[in-house]
């Protein structure tokens, strides 16, 4: 069976751990849920033993052949060389043909004989060559044939027999058959799900946008099959419109719920439907026994209990236990969850979702229980009870109807539940309701599109004519024009849109919309490079703007915070960012969460706290993904906190997914903020050309959109030193010479003096002029320590050690080089350490690799160490790198050498020209 390479994303470390165990001898035996992918590696694995030349013999029985004895072991030998079957003595060959012809011993002897059969076809296939026997779904194998080849493999077969074999767990029938299957000494691994990143880039090599295969992940709970199974069902439409579950991933979870005793799905079927699961909640509505069902649904790979809470895993096993149930059961379990609730809230919810007549009295009292919800903070509790009042609104009601629903839609939004959102806005849509409503509702889906607002111009065109002449409602479809008009990267509409905006919402007498239009103003002059920006900002600071949770990343105080870090008063921006997170986070979830998360994180990297920085990071990234925001934002600030703390790797991947992400959705500001992202990942890797490609690229789009500041993407110190490694030196002082002067007309914040400084200097340093360049690196350095900024300040100093080194002072190199190592360890700034140590002890390491290779440097130094037999781990303390980023590095040498283990490895290097000498100097740029 072919193999796809997109099929195996995210298993390269997990191949090579069960291919060095296979040389080894012996037997392998992987387990997991259906659809995690066991097929795809048993496939790839046969395949590479068969490149080596080894006899590869396969089976994989259906579940119908589970009770027909001796079905499996005969199709397994029926895949072996034809001259086997006479090289048998004459007893073992007779009683050979008879079990192919599916014959019965005929008496004990001859049934001892049958058991010999396969031990001795395989001794006599191993004296040929090496053999791998490849056992996929053993849980389907007829009982006899697994006793034969566990026989077999219990007469030690010899090194030259190995065995891999796969079993779905949990098995319906409880039996962990995969081990017992393998000769000595055998190893089980347990297949993994597929991490969101990875799982990503499989489903972007099925064409899938990467806003709609990053939310896939929560959905499948990583699992690739049940991922591309719900893909597949994908139509083209809005973001947040979900799809029906397709079949083929209702089989796999039925499976799933199949294999669990009854009372364990009778039990989780009142989690699915329960508001909140816990517990006690199913201890109270009848489910006595809960704890223990709950240990076994989670020991069946099920569900997740963290403290008292529960959550399925996929989510979507909750819905097929829902959507199975019935209605009479489902009307049941909700009238058990009504009596069980300790909160008058979710009694009502229950009561309701007994029956879906409408009822005025029922959608009366869900309407009053959403505005509680509402003033509590519970907004997603709110949005879905406004949403079942309106759905069990009779048509008496028809006028509130259509309030609960707009209601719905923008509480929703704010919750960060853009599924439900959009039904709410839908459902106004499709009625006969007034232009105020349905303004409102096309406001809804506008916001749905996150970054993707080019695809947006109808909901536009229609919301400004339902709107007319009133300004109430044509301010805030304006605003959003403005918006609209930035991210597509059009300046003058959105300085055009802006002013509109203003006019409406001064006549409409909305201070909180014209703040957000002068926000959205002041943002579009500070790009430009024009100096009203300042008096713009502190026109929308003075406007008494209501503080709505929802919408903080576009009104002043948040943008005044965003100028703050990027002027580097980085203290004044943390305290006011801190102080908008306590608000945001009463949603729990959306988009000013995630942009104040996105900040803080920023505003923690250049101060020098990488563990901060990674942790909002991550932080926005699943918040992101949990609200199906655009994820090109969130990618970009991930990729900006692992080039500082984390891996060179994981950063050039996220700005690589930013990219995709953001030309798909025509967002040319983060298009912009992850190339950058992605050039430094480049050259700071040693792939110098490809950075300095994804840099010219930036340069060209900020200038054909007319953007100047050089303190918002700060990239021009970036290109300038990888322009000059490539020996384009007058192209390199002249993007510095175009900072400096944008600097000089727009007054720029202290911390580009050293910024543009230290640029010069790496110039400077690499074409010939080393006295200069010690000289502005060391001023830079006191620069950056005067203003606090660790990070800046150590990258000063180890540029400052490499123009030492050039002017052959390597006592002062060394100084320098060991005071910005000392600060990049007490910053945990991981990639920079590991950067610092290699040009600190050139003396240690690796000389460029042979091109025909493709290595970098570091990938070069670890190869040639896992070569010399080093573990992960001392190759990790030797390096000062974690064991993580040197199995992730191994994973990419892998790929580039065609080789799936550290066998091959050794073997594919010793051949090569991978020695001991100097390390590149690329290590000391920007």
Avoid at 738 to 747: E, F, N, Q, S, T
Wanted: charged content about 25%; proline content about 6%; overall charge neutral.
């Amino acid at each position: 069976m072919r193999t796809e390479e997109h099929d195996l994303v995210g298993r390269a470390v997990l191949l090579a751990a069960i291919d060095d165990r296979l040389t080894a001898g012996g037997g392998v035996a992987l387990h997991g849920p259906s659809g995690i992918g066991k097929t795809a590696l048993l496939d790839a694995l046969a395949a590479s033993s068969a490149q080596r030349g080894d006899l590869v013999l396969r089976l994989r029985p259906a579940p119908s052949e589970r009770s027909l004895p001796g079905a499996g072991v005969t199709d397994l030998m029926a895949g072996m060389p034809g001259d086997a079957a006479t090289a048998l003595p004459p007893a073992p060959r007779a009683a050979l043909a008879a079990l192919r012809q599916g014959l019965p011993p005929r008496a004990s002897a001859s049934a001892l004989t049958r058991r010999l059969i396969l031990p001795l076809l395989l001794a006599h296939c191993a004296r040929e060559r090496p053999v791998l026997l490849v056992l996929d779904d053993v849980q389907w194998l007829d009982a006899e044939s697994a006793e034969l080849i566990a026989f077999a493999m219990r007469r030690r077969p010899g090194p030259r027999v190995r065995v891999l074999s796969a079993q779905r767990w949990p098995d319906p029938a409880g039996r962990r058959r995969a081990a017992r299957l393998c000769p000595a000494p055998v190893s089980e691994f347990a297949v993994p799900p597929l991490s969101a990143d990875d799982l990503t880039v499989l489903l972007e090599a099925r064409g899938l946008p990467c806003r709609t295969a990053s939310r896939l992940h929560a959905a499948s709970g990583g699992n690739p099959f049940l991922a591309l199974a719900l893909g597949a069902a994908v139509a083209p439409g809005p973001a947040w419109q979900p799809a029906p579950l397709p079949e083929p991933a209702r089989v796999l979870l039925r499976e799933r719920l199949d294999a669990l005793p009854a009372p364990v799905a009778d039990t989780l079927l009142v989690a699915a439907l329960a508001t909140e699961p816990t517990l006690g909640t199913l201890i109270r509505a009848g489910r006595e026994d809960a704890a223990r069902e709950l240990r076994l649904a989670e020991a069946a790979g099920a569900i997740e209990c963290r403290g008292d809470a529960v959550s399925f895993t996929p989510p979507a096993l909750g819905t097929v236990l829902a959507e199975d149930a019935g209605a009479r059961r489902r009307a049941q379990v909700h009238g058990a969850l009504a009596a069980a609730a300790t909160d008058e809230t979710d009694a009502i919810r229950h009561r309701a979702l007994r029956s879906g007549r409408p009822d005025a009295a029922v959608a009366k009292a869900l309407a009053a229980a959403a505005e509680h919800a509402a003033e509590a903070g519970a907004g997603r509790a709110a949005a879905e009870l406004w949403l079942l009042a309106a759905e069990r609104c009779p048509y008496t009601l028809a006028a509130q109807r259509l309030d609960w629903l707009v209601t719905a839609a923008g509480a929703a939004l704010t919750a960060g539940v853009p599924a439900m959102a959009g039904r709410a806005a839908a459902a106004v849509l499709a009625d006969q309701a007034p232009s105020q409503h349905r303004v409102r509702a096309r406001l809804v889906l506008i916001d749905l599109a996150g970054q993707a607002l080019s695809g947006m111009a109808e909901t536009f065109a229609a919301a400004v004519v339902e709107a007319g002449d009133d300004p109430a409602l044509l301010a805030p479809v304006r605003l959003r024009l403005t918006w609209a008009a930035m991210v597509g990267g059009d300046p003058d509409g959105a300085v055009a849109e802006a002013a509109r905006t203003v006019a409406a919402a001064r006549r409409a007498g909305d201070p909180t919309t014209e703040a957000m239009a002068l926000s959205a103003l002041a943002q579009v002059q500070r790009v430009r490079g024009e100096p009203d920006w300042a008096r713009t900002l502190q026109w929308a600071l003075a406007l008494p703007a209501a503080q709505v949770p929802g919408w903080l990343h576009m009104g002043p105080r948040y943008l005044a915070a965003r100028f703050a870090m990027m002027d580097d008063r980085l203290d004044e921006a943390r305290d006011e960012l801190l102080r908008l997170l306590a608000v945001a986070e009463q949603d729990r979830a959306g988009e000013a969460l995630v942009e104040v998360l996105r900040s803080l994180s920023e505003v923690a990297t250049r101060a020098g706290r990488c563990r901060d920085a990674l942790r909002y990071a991550h932080r926005a990234v699943d918040a992101a993904a949990a609200a199906g925001l655009s994820p090109g934002p969130t990618w970009y600030t991930a990729a900006v906190a692992e080039l500082a703390g984390g891996s060179l790797a994981a950063a050039a991947g996220y700005a690589r997914r930013g990219v995709r992400a953001s030309e798909q959705e025509g967002d040319s500001i983060y298009l912009r903020r992850n190339l950058h992202a992605l050039g430094q990942a480049e050259l700071r890797a040693g792939d110098t050309r490809a950075g300095v490609a994804a840099l010219r690229r930036l340069r060209d789009l900020e200038a054909e959109r007319g953007d100047t500041d050089p303190m918002i993407v700060r990239w021009h110190g970036d290109l300038a030193g990888g322009l000059a490694a490539l020996g384009e030196h007058d192209e390199a002082a002249a993007t510095l010479a175009a900072a400096r002067d944008a600097a000089r007309r727009l007054g720029a914040a202290p911390g580009v003096t050293g910024y543009l400084d230290r640029a010069t200097a790496v110039v400077l340093s690499e074409s010939g002029q080393p006295d200069t360049a010690v000289l502005l690196s060391a001023a830079a350095a006191l620069h950056f320590a005067r203003l606090r900024q660790p990070i800046e300040q150590a990258h000063a100093l180890l540029v400052q050690g490499g123009a030492e080194r050039r002017r052959r002072r390597y006592a002062a190199a060394r100084v320098a080089i060991s005071a910005a190592l000392a600060i990049f360890l007490a910053a945990d700034a991981k990639p920079w350490t590991e950067q610092t140590e290699r040009a600190l002890s050139p003396a240690e390491g690796t000389s460029a690799p042979p091109a025909d290779l493709g290595l970098t440097t570091t990938e070069a130094r670890i190869a040639a160490m896992v070569r010399d037999g080093a573990s992960n781990r001392e190759i990790a303390t030797r390096l000062y790198l974690s064991v993580k980023t040197v199995e992730a590095t191994l994973t990419r040498v892998y790929r580039k050498l065609g080789v799936r283990s550290r066998t091959q490895l050794s073997s594919r290097l010793r051949t090569a020209d991978i020695g001991s000498g100097g390390v590149s100097e690329l290590t000391t740029r920007a």
